[in-house]
């Protein structure tokens, strides 16, 4: 896996190498095309070079002007050429010897041209000839190699007429320079736009793998807030920590099931989005008070509630935060509306608490005490704490009971309950 804080150097590295390959490897190649199209285009501006001199020529000589005179005519627009680049001469077809050079002066009338140029193999000169496109009747052109390169560039038009012909030549070592120019440019210049092109676009990466981090980050925190706010912090902390199965057994802890009285008959005569906004604020300060008190919110079921003190972290006050979140509750209540009132109850005892759920997590409680303070809030009355011996057990120097006596208990048979009335001055 890369690691994202490199992924901008990665891709400075990638853009870079890429330009540089292509340059490196890429344009030779392409060079190498262009200089076999430039002498493909060179061979046929000699071609038509040749033509135009042999149709000139035989014009002249048609027109009744002697050899002689056409030669010296020709001589004179051809002395002083630049052979270096490239020329165009007569050659005479019996004896192969110049009838015109651009260097006649100093070459004399009697230089011969190499029979490569017609027997097309002497002394290993190769003249390798282009396509049929090219190609004209009995004349001829193509690459002229004195070497392993090309060395001219050559195109030969027979004069209708006469026993000459024309020779048009260029020098293929000069295009040969030329595109060696090209070539180091274009290579140079695909790293020097590697860099200029890797520069941006690594930083535009850095900024959108920045952007994509604090994305992440914002999600990843809302995805733990979301977390907390149905799973007490160590639960969660433990799932992050990819504890898949999680229960926890508790030796003590006090659960309370609190239940709003008559709501049923309220729900009847209330318009729904009122009803719910009603318990909203109930419950919400109900949440209130279970953190002010170090109480655990289990989970609500339509308009009950449930509480339980002592865990996830064993806390041996879980029934004194018990209390006084149920007195607190009771007291909130009648600020919401005076003509609420609520039924508590609260027991003390051994749970088994975990998490169940593989997408929808709910942290829940089960056992006999959960059972039990739960008969406790339906048998008991209404504006009243309803509470087990149990429970009491440890309160009495802090806390005011009220005994109820033994009552029946559905499931339990006869039970002591008492009412939890307020707390001792």
């Known amino acids: 896996m890369i690691n994202k804080s490199r992924l901008p150097i990665y891709t400075f590295l990638t853009v870079f190498l890429s330009m540089v390959v292509a340059g490196v490897v890429l344009v030779p190649f392409l060079m190498n095309i262009l200089l076999e199209n430039y002498y493909r285009i060179q061979a046929d501006v000699n071609q038509r070079q040749a033509k135009s001199m042999a149709q000139f020529i035989q014009a002249r000589l048609e027109h009744g002007t002697d050899q002689q005179t056409v030669l010296e005519e020709f001589q004179a627009a051809i002395t002083g050429s630049q052979m270096d680049l490239g020329y165009v001469c007569i ?18 009338m009697s230089v011969a041209v190499k029979n490569a140029f017609f027997d097309k193999n002497y002394d290993g000169v190769d003249l390798i000839k282009w396509e049929e496109e090219i190609m004209a009747g009995q004349s001829g052109g193509g690459l002229l190699h004195y070497s392993e390169t090309p060395t001219e560039i050559v195109y030969f038009y027979d004069i209708p007429g006469v026993n000459w012909t024309i020779s048009s030549h260029e020098n293929s070592q000069r295009i040969q320079a030329e595109v060696s120019k090209i070539k180091t440019y274009v ?8 860099l200029l092109l890797a520069f941006p676009i690594s930083f535009a990466v850095r900024k959108v793998n920045r952007g994509y981090e604090k994305q992440i980050e914002e999600e990843q925190q809302n995805s733990e807030q979301l977390l907390l706010n149905v799973l007490p912090p160590s639960i969660a902390q433990r799932m992050k920590q990819n504890e898949h199965t999680i229960v926890d057994y508790f030796e003590e802890a006090t659960v309370l099931f609190c239940d709003i009285a008559g709501f049923t008959e309220l729900s009847s005569h209330t318009e729904p989005h009122k009803l719910v906004a009603l318990l909203n604020v109930i419950f919400s300060n109900f949440d209130a008070i279970c953190e002010k008190q170090g109480v655990e919110k289990i989970k609500t079921i339509g308009d009950a509630y449930m509480a339980v003190g002592g865990l996830p972290d064993k806390d041996p006050l879980h ?15 009648k600020a919401v509306d005076p003509d609420l009132n609520v039924r508590i109850g609260v027991h003390s005892g051994s749970v088994v608490a975990g998490v169940i759920g593989n997408s929808k997590f709910s942290y829940d409680l089960w056992g006999d005490t959960v059972n ?16 087990s011996a149990a429970f009491k057990e440890g309160l009495q120097d802090t806390f005011v009971f009220e005994d109820r006596g033994t009552i029946e208990l559905k499931g339990k048979g006869p039970f002591q309950t008492f009412f939890l009335t307020g707390t001792k001055p």
């Open 372 to 387: 039990t303070a739960s008969r406790l809030e339906s048998h008991g009355q209404i504006g009243r704490i309803h509470c």
């Open 187 to 194: 290579t140079w210049g695909s790293i020097a736009f590697g």
């Open 91 to 108: 050659v005479d077809q019996t004896s192969a010897d110049y009838l015109s050079h651009p260097m006649q002066s100093a070459l004399g």
């Open 319 to 333: 029934a004194q935060r018990i209390a006084k979140a149920a007195l607190q509750m009771m007291q909130a209540v």
